[in-house]
């Protein structure tokens, strides 16, 4: 027996219709007809009953009700009392993210964090999106950042904290030769031209696999700088190009000529677990990046 289905069991008893319960926990619908047979099986017993269109406890679930409804309660103590035993569990963030927003879209943000928050700790982690939803799921980290084309672990919520564009990055430099946008369209013309790709899984796959890279290198910062020689174009995300005033570029970042461009376009989401007890810092970090999210996306 776990919290989620004595929960289900909660929430069908205020609302009667699974479709609903599914909503107010952001599962699908036959999960959660998956777990209500699953406790029925566990306990033995029928624990609900279609009236008229109505699931209804039975007996022998409104018997178990006031013991579910105490469990529960009981865990989001346990959790609160583990959370506050010690100032140092309340100082310390675990973040995870994707090569991407790890690399260039979290540092600032870490950084106005901390400055917020001196006494806070925070590790992130910067891997694969598979292993990332491992450690979000096994809850060695607080939060995800991944981008809203990957599905989501199961039982977890998606917030939208930026949004991102893929296109071609080639050299600033004057002497490089000029390309352009043009000498996108089709993939005669992209053949013209030497690649360099991230070797990493990203949202940018989706473009690299239309060329045949020169060369493969695991590092964002490695791409940009061969490109930055010049002679050399690479599929990259715009969050990854200096645009600051005062900054000397070493890249210049062209969107991607597409039939649907909407497709280029796709959003970084902070992920989190669902229904979790979140200790004082888990909570000044989610709002303060609600909030950065507000000013990123104006």
């Known amino acids: ?39 029925e099986k566990e306990m033995g017993v029928s624990l609900f009953s279609l ?5 209804m406890l039975t007996e022998a679930g409104k018997k178990l009700l006031p013991y579910a409804k105490q469990i529960i309660s009981l865990e989001q103590e346990a959790r609160q009392a583990v959370d506050e035993l010690t100032e140092e569990s309340q100082g310390q963030l675990h973040l995870g993210a994707e090569s991407i927003s790890g690399t260039y879209l979290l540092p600032t943000l870490m950084a106005k964090f901390a400055e917020r928050y001196p006494d806070c700790r925070i590790q992130l982690e910067i891997q694969s999106t598979d292993a990332i939803k491992q450690l979000l799921k096994q809850g060695e980290i607080d939060f995800a950042f991944l981008d809203d084309r990957e599905s989501l672990p199961e ?56 060329v045949k890279p020169h060369l493969e290198i695991n590092s964002w910062e490695a791409v940009k700088r061969v490109v930055s020689g010049g002679g050399v174009l690479a599929f990259f995300p715009a ?10 570029p070493s890249v210049e970042w062209l969107p991607y000529p597409e039939a649907d461009n909407k497709r280029s376009h796709y959003q970084i989401n902070i992920v989190f677990q669902q229904d979790t007890h979140m200790n004082l810092m888990q909570q000044a970090f989610l709002d303060f990046i609600r909030q950065e999210g507000l000013e990123i996306k104006s």
Do not use: C
Not at 33 to 38: A, L, Q, Y
Not at 239 to 248: C, L, Q
């Open 155 to 210: 039982y977890t919520v998606a917030e939208s904290v930026a949004s991102d564009q893929v296109g071609v990055i080639r050299s600033a430099s004057a002497r490089a030769p000029e390309v352009k946008l043009e000498e996108f369209d089709g993939t005669d013309m992209l053949d013209k031209h030497t690649w360099v790709k991230y070797s990493g899984s990203s949202v940018v796959d989706l473009y690299s696999s239309l």
């Open 239 to 248: 969050s990854g190009v200096d645009n600051h005033e005062n900054a000397v």
């Open 51 to 55: 009236q008229q269109g109505r699931i």
């Open 1 to 39: 027996m776990n919290i989620l289905k004595l929960r289900i069991l909660m929430l069908i008893d205020k609302f009667h219709k699974a479709t609903d319960v599914a909503e107010a926990l952001q599962v699908k619908q036959p999960t959660v007809s998956f777990h209500m047979k699953s406790l």
